[in-house]
């Protein structure tokens, strides 16, 4: 079937809305731009240059943070939900592959925020990453 029409130019694609919706916050990955192209939407989004955060946990014996660096990761993240759901936004598949850390691995940062949704918005699914298609350590 033919791909539908791009959006009409005042028409903004749904990630950017979300974005202006969300404000900035340092914690949360930023978008920068957004490109249609026929048939696909290009999202580019800030660089964080670190790795995730199950690949530093695998530097650490049993894949366990220090209790003070989980409390620090685990504070960080949980500014950056409470400032999400403060602008009406649920971001529905926080794990360890959508936090990124900075090259110094000091400083997290929530990213994919592909299925997040507008609280009260009817329009959403519910889906994340099944359970059985991510093996974390144990």
Known sequence: PPSPPPPPPQQQPQEEEQQQALGRHDHIVRLLDCVDVVDATYIVMERVDGPDLIVYMERFPLSRLPPAEAQRFF??????????????????????????????CDHAVLTDWGLSYRIGDVAHFTSGTPAYAVCYPR
């Open 75 to 104: 504070a960080q993240l949980l500014t950056a939900l409470a400032h999400a759901h403060s602008r009406g936004f649920l971001h529905c598949d926080v794990k360890p592959l959508n936090i990124r850390l900075s090259a110094a």
